[in-house]
């Protein structure tokens, strides 16, 4: 996924390895305090692995996910569609036999190695096992030459449909079909061609692939082949005439071939000349696979979004192990800048030494990622099979791309040195006495003065950004601006207010803001991006965390009599409360990361919640309050179904029965250069379905 | 360092005030303090516990941030450079032994011992050859590749003192080096101190509450609450006051 993202990541983990090189290089002291670190402690170095990999493996399995889902999409619409890549259909009649004839100019096109011509119809069948009458009232009639059909992209693999003609008299049906009319081979089979019913014997069934499983637009399609002549004789029997249909299959096999879409459709058009008007041309292929690219993209963000909650706690969980490793190695540290090592070169150990534990856990870390997409893709592959309706669900079929693992190892590395190189410059920023002899660290003094002017200048810059992004209700930005502008004004708050105030002030006016915003601008939340909800997490987390650990003395004195008894459970609970008490950055980042487990649990509760409210209003409104829909097709059945509907045996138990027809119709633009069917109801003619339905009581 | 050197002042402290702020308690620990080092002495600061030793220590060799006066080493005033300058400044004319021996634990005897070499930019082959011959000079010669964990108490201060003195430092700061060792040990790291002095005229700051130990050295200061009470010279035989002014 993201191979918008790749060059642009890769291009910072160069980068960022340069860096690291060129610091294992110049500073070899560095170096050697890093590799020794890694070399004698492994539990340390398990433990940053452990965390580094957490990272890479959500970020990849997130991405894997996004690959299945579009793999498996796209693996579907080769099935289905085979070599067929474009579809021109013409209106019945005379236009029909002339597009067929301008489209066979296209034989000899460079890019095109099949065109096929084919008649077909709406018709509707009836079968009768076991005594039982199974109707399938939506049907295409197909009829081609199957010589033609088995030879149609044949370079570039298997067509779906070939062997012998089948005879008069007999039928070759594809397995959804057969499947709905629960008939195999052998079976006779009642065809309603132009509304006049025929017997015909099923000469075999097909798998629905490729051009078995042609239809004019819909997923699932159930399809008859007919004997040579049946369809034209039927048609003048009745006074009607089938519509033309041809394939074409650019050059190439059933993968390649897409890319040549444009240009063939081009041909075409041009081949057809002022009938192209008149006829539509579809490109099945090319939108199937543009949807599933989509449907790919869509779903693996969710992951990710849902994953990049885990990331951060990740990355807590890293800062939080080598503050601890920072901490129980302070004393040596200290004593190796009493005897002379520079600042900068200690934050360059440390680097090294967690940039390397980072790259140790790439490889597991992609392995778990792709572990975890493969999980996800089953869980996926059973919810989808429970939406399958008829038996067209999609398979799920597993895949991932180097896109994917390159793009979720650069992310999940880039990530892993952030966070080391923060921790890092921030765990060697001590007093060396105070580190020698393991006392707690002194607040930092009043901040510099360039850092003061950069922070209030950013300030000022986020202030001003922030005013036309919460009046447009920006979604990202209505958060981020304001936040970054408060946490930017902290150094030149600290030059009048003491840093609890600071502190205090900060946190707690980001969680207001944090909890404000949706209400003062509720229209952040319409957009289809994700990450509002990360950073919305993310702010309200932190911000809380913050403001309760810079006030734990408040917040703990109701129970401060609790924990002086001078009993055993008191000095019990005081002890408990002693260690995280004094370790206020690290019983934050703890803290902070509990806080986002906690959030996403209750975001995806919330999202589920709204998705089940949503399946009943979308119920109420695509049943319009009728609990049945009735499908038949009205050349055969007339009217007599709504009648007796009405009047027969159920009709105590019926509310209302509403006929509803349907006919497809066509719309051109004023220039003449689509023509799009569209449905409408009721129509004058209806040549194919009426739907009647009853509202439930 | 040859006797040429011995009348150049090393180091001058004046008026050098200490604050530690615990909350809103204030301590004052040094209390605008004067002192004058010159090259090759070997000074020992004795007092009572909680006087200050420790804190002068610290903040003459610019190890910890003082509250007021000045400090000035081999010429350079160390509160006056930035962190990192001071940094090497420290590692080129300052060596450190410390009551806990604070080696590093995952480097070899000969790795800590020659770790102030390789940060000052010495070759290393040359720094692995001078960390060697200054293992053999404290007697650990047959210890060069065992890590501290591996080593006694006593071998462990030895290594301390060989890597405080490897890069031949201007100075040597030692707080109580014999504070963790028994008397047999203590003998041992004393004599070695009395005779890298002796002998080559090694300038050495050692702070120590044991009057045998403050015996020992040619010059003794006396503090108490923060501020210098008595300064001496004594010879090896004899304690001999003489009437010194640290400062001119
Ligand atoms: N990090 C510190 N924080 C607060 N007070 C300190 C700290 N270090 C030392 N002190 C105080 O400063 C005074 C001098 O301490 P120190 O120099 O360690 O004395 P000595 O080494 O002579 O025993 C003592 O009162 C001690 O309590
Ligand atoms: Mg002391």
């Given amino acids: 996924m993201y191979p918008n993202l790749l060059i642009p990541l890769l291009t910072a983990l160069a980068l960022a390895l340069a860096g690291l090189v060129l610091v294992a290089v110049r500073q070899p002291v560095s170096r050697r305090l890093a590799f020794r670190q890694i070399a004698r402690r492994r539990t340390e170095a398990a433990l940053v692995i452990g965390g580094s990999m957490l990272g890479t493996a959500i970020v990849i399995g997130a991405l894997v996910v996004g690959d299945t889902l579009n793999f498996s999409v796209r693996q579907e619409a080769y099935r289905t569609l085979g070599p067929v890549d474009e ?54 009639a197909w009829q081609m030459d199957f010589d033609k059909a088995a030879r149609f992209g044949a370079p570039g693999g298997d067509s779906g449909l070939g062997g012998p003609d089948p005879k008069p008299g007999q039928v070759v049906v594809n397995e959804p079909l057969a499947r709905s009319l629960s008939v195999g081979a052998g079976d006779p089979v009642t065809l309603y061609l132009f509304g006049v019913p025929g017997t015909y014997r099923i000469e075999r069934v097909v798998p629905e692939e490729g051009l078995a499983g042609v239809g004019l637009g819909g997923r699932l399609n159930r399809d008859v082949f007919l004997a040579p002549g049946t369809l034209d004789s039927a048609a003048r029997a009745a006074g009607a005439e089938p519509r033309s249909v041809t394939f074409v299959s650019n050059r190439g096999g059933v993968e390649s071939g897409e890319a040549l879409t444009d240009r063939v459709t081009a041909d075409i058009r041009q081949a057809l000349g002022p009938l192209a008007g008149q006829t539509e041309i579809e490109t099945p292929k090319h939108t199937v696979l543009r949807d599933a690219r989509q449907a790919g993209d869509s779903l693996g963000a969710l992951f990710l979004m849902i994953g990049s909650f885990s990331i951060i706690a990740g990355a807590l969980l890293l800062v939080n192990i080598f503050v601890m490793l920072g901490e129980e190695r302070k004393s040596q540290m200290g004593m190796v800048r009493a005897v002379g090592m520079k600042r900068s070169r200690l934050v360059g150990s440390f680097t090294l030494e967690g940039a390397t534990y980072a790259l140790l856990s790439a490889v597991p870390g992609v392995a778990i990622g792709v572990a975890v997409g493969w999980g996800v893709a089953v869980v996926a592959a059973q919810i989808f099979q429970g939406w399958s309706v008829g038996g067209s669900s999609i398979r799920i079929a597993f895949a991932v791309t180097p896109t994917s693992v390159l793009n979720g190892l650069a992310m999940g590395l880039l990530i892993a040195f952030a966070a080391i190189l923060a921790t890092s410059v921030r765990i060697s920023r001590f007093n060396i006495i ?34 036309p992004a919460v009046a447009r209700s920006q979604p990202d930005a209505t958060y981020l601006m304001p936040a970054l502008a408060l946490a930017f004004a902290t150094p030149a708050l600290l030059r009048v207010l003491p840093r609890h105030t600071v502190t205090t002030l900060v946190a707690g006016a980001v969680l207001v803001w944090t909890l404000l915003a949706p209400v003062i ?7 289809p991006s994700m ?24 917040l703990l004195r109701p129970v401060r009599r609790l924990l002086q008894r001078p009993t055993e459970g008191g000095l019990a609970a005081r002890l408990a409360v002693a260690y995280p008490l004094a370790k206020r950055f690290r019983t934050g980042a703890t803290l902070v990361m509990y806080t986002l487990i906690v959030f996403v649990l209750v975001l995806l509760t919330e999202i589920s919640g709204i998705l089940r409210a949503g399946v009943d209003g979308v119920v109420a409104d695509a049943t319009a309050g009728y609990s049945l829909r009735l499908d038949y097709n009205p050349q055969v059945a007339g009217d007599r179904l709504v009648s007796d509907l009405r009047g027969g045996p159920s009709a105590a138990g019926i509310a209302a029965v509403t006929p509803l027809l349907n006919a497809t119709g066509r719309a051109t633009d004023p220039g003449l250069r689509t023509s799009t069917a569209s449905s409408a109801a009721p129509a004058a003619r209806p040549a194919t379905t009426t739907t009647p339905a009853t509202p439930s009581p | 360092m040859d006797s040429m050197n011995t009348d150049r002042a090393l180091l001058v402290a004046s008026g050098v005030r200490k604050i530690y702020r615990t909350g809103s308690v204030e301590v004052t620990a040094l209390l605008d303090l004067d002192l004058l080092v010159r090259h090759g002495e070997m000074v020992g600061v004795m007092g009572p516990s909680g006087s200050g030793k420790t804190t002068l220590l610290n903040c003459l060799s610019g190890l910890d941030d003082i509250d007021g006066g000045r400090v000035e080493v081999d010429g350079h005033d160390l509160f006056a450079m930035s962190d990192a300058a001071r940094t090497e400044h420290r590692a080129h004319t300052m060596g450190f032994v410390f009551q806990a021996f604070n080696l590093i634990p995952v480097f070899s005897a000969v790795e800590n011992v020659e770790l102030p070499l390789l940060l000052v930019g010495t070759r290393p082959h040359e720094a692995r050859r001078r960390a060697l011959d200054m293992l053999d000079r404290v007697d650990l010669g047959h210890r060069v590749e065992h890590r501290p964990s591996e080593l006694s108490g006593g071998e462990q201060q030895r290594v301390t003192i060989a ?51 403050g015996a020992r050295v040619p010059r003794l200061i006396r503090m108490h609450d923060g501020q210098l009470v008595d300064d001496v010279r004594q010879t090896a035989t004899a304690r001999a006051p003489s009437p010194d002014v640290p400062l001119g």
């Fill in chain 1, 434 to 467: 105070a580190a020698i002899r393991d006392l707690p660290t002194t607040p930092g003094q009043r901040p510099r003065r360039r850092l003061l002017a950069v922070s209030s200048t950013l300030a000022v810059l986020c202030a001003f950004a922030a005013v």
């Fill in chain 2, 163 to 213: 890597r405080a003195l490897a890069g031949r430092p201007a100075i040597v700061w030692a707080d109580e080096p014999t504070g963790n060792l028994d008397s047999a040990m203590a003998d041992q790291v004393m004599d070695l101190l009395c005779e890298l002095n002796r002998d080559e005229g090694q300038t050495i700051v050692l702070v120590t509450h044991d009057s045998a130990i």
């Fill in chain 1, 521 to 527: 601008r509720p229209r952040i939340f319409d957009t």
């Fill in chain 1, 531 to 554: 990450s509002v909800y990360v950073i919305q997490g993310a702010l309200a987390a932190f911000s809380a965390v913050v403001l309760v650990s810079d006030n734990q003395k408040t």
């Fill in chain 1, 87 to 140: 579809r021109v259909v013409a209106p019945p009649g005379p236009t029909g036999r002339a597009v067929t004839e301008r489209l066979g100019a296209l034989a000899g096109d460079p890019d095109i190695d099949g065109v096929l011509n084919a008649q077909a119809t709406q018709a509707s069948a009836v079968s009768h096992t076991d005594g039982r009458t199974v109707a399938e009232p939506r049907v295409l």
